[in-house]
């Protein structure tokens, strides 16, 4: 598979994109002719150049400042799929982005995450309960995610860190941009222990509006569920949440005042089922599998060929929905080749995806 480079390259090829690279990597060709074979033309095209004439390939140029930014500081590090810190939970979304722009402390990519999102003119209940629910989840050992948006989004991360725990911002500009202004000491606090800020896009690049309801499938997907704590009937906050509930995430909501424009959305949302919350109990009570340490399923004694002895996978899936991610941790596997195998098993009628994760199919294939 390609390295650190080869991603930062195919990250830049002209006519991918996030979701179409992100299908080719899936089924992980060899690099990289393996990768020519099955790209688009233009990309195929500009990737020849570059392995063959790199002198003559406009890419070399971005390339090389690309690893400049990253060799400035040990705390700057390009995640990608083969990367051990890689956040496995973004295998579950439909477009994960190609590479991640780190700065910070990557251990705040460690424990379960929340989304944290709201209202950029939040009351002064909104404040608080941003603060509340933080530093509640910081002390259970939650991390917070959130877009470092003024309002709801800047007041959790900040408490998140305040109170000792982990919080990271993914951004919708580069890493190094500080937006918006008012954010510098949180932007520089995220950049400390604890801390990690994110971005799918390199180091100067400013922000865009397009960029951020993009911005927000990353929030999402790197976290369990999300916490709507103050949001307007037309908040951005809500494109989060829609992004949570496609993607099989949970979506939690503070119930506020029918007579508080900043509550509507909230409102609208509990409306729609998503689980409402007083307190950080409500929302552990319902991710209890990521309140505890996972536990493998225990082993049945059956067949080797059901129980799928060439494939350890299968020895960790049960009729219980299993992450990704804790099968990384459980087998030791890579991501991409987590996903490799579960494919396999899924064409050959033992596994299958189900909402929060793998399950093992009955019959034959699964053979329970």
């Not at 929030?219 to 307007?232: I, K, Q």
């Not at 995806?353 to 053979?367: D, E, K, N, S």
Request: with cysteine; net charge neutral; aromatic share 4%.
């Amino acid at each position: 598979m390609p390295m650190a480079r080869e991603w930062l390259l195919l990250s830049r090829l002209p006519g991918l994109g996030p979701a179409g690279l992100a299908e080719l990597a899936a089924r992980a060709p060899a690099w990289p002719e393996g990768w020519l074979a099955v790209m688009p033309a233009p990309a195929a095209k500009a990737l020849r150049l570059w392995l063959d004439h790199p002198a003559r390939s406009p890419l070399t140029a971005s390339l090389d400042a690309d690893e400049a930014w990253l060799a400035g500081a040990p705390d700057r590090a390009l995640l990608h799929p083969d990367h051990p810190d890689w956040p496995a939970p973004l295998a579950q979304i439909a477009d994960p982005p190609p590479v991640l722009w780190a700065w910070g402390d990557l251990g705040a990519l460690a424990p379960p995450r929340l989304a944290m999102v709201g209202t950029r003119k939040p009351t002064r209940e909104g404040l608080a309960n941003a603060a509340g629910f933080a530093r509640a989840l910081a002390e259970r050992g939650w991390g917070v995610v959130s877009g470092m948006a003024l309002g709801i989004d800047g007041a959790a991360q900040q408490a998140a860190l305040e109170a000792g725990g982990r919080s990271v911002a993914v951004l919708g500009g580069g890493v190094d941009v500080i937006y918006p202004a008012r954010h510098r000491a949180l932007h520089e606090r995220l950049r400390g222990p604890g801390g990690l800020l994110l971005s799918e896009h390199p180091p100067g690049t400013k922000p865009h509006p397009a960029f951020f309801p993009r911005r927000n499938r990353i929030v999402t997907g790197l976290s369990r569920g999300v916490l709507v704590v103050e949001a307007a009937e037309r908040s951005g906050s809500l494109v989060s949440a829609r992004l949570a509930g496609e993607q099989s995430r949970e979506v939690f909501a503070v119930p506020g005042s029918i007579h508080n424009p900043q509550a509507r959305g909230c409102l609208g949302l509990l409306r729609d089922g998503a689980v409402l919350v007083r307190d950080v109990d409500d929302i552990l009570a319902e991710l209890p599998a990521w309140s505890a340490p996972v536990e493998p399923p225990p082993v049945r004694a059956e067949p080797a060929a059901a129980a799928g002895a060439d494939d350890p996978l299968l020895a960790w899936l049960s009729d219980t929905p299993t992450p990704v991610d804790a099968l990384v941790n459980l087998t030791g596997l890579s991501v991409a080749e987590c996903q490799r195998r579960l494919l396999a098993l899924e064409l050959e009628g033992r596994a299958g995806p189900a909402a929060g994760g793998w399950v093992r199919l009955p019959g034959p294939g699964g053979a329970w």
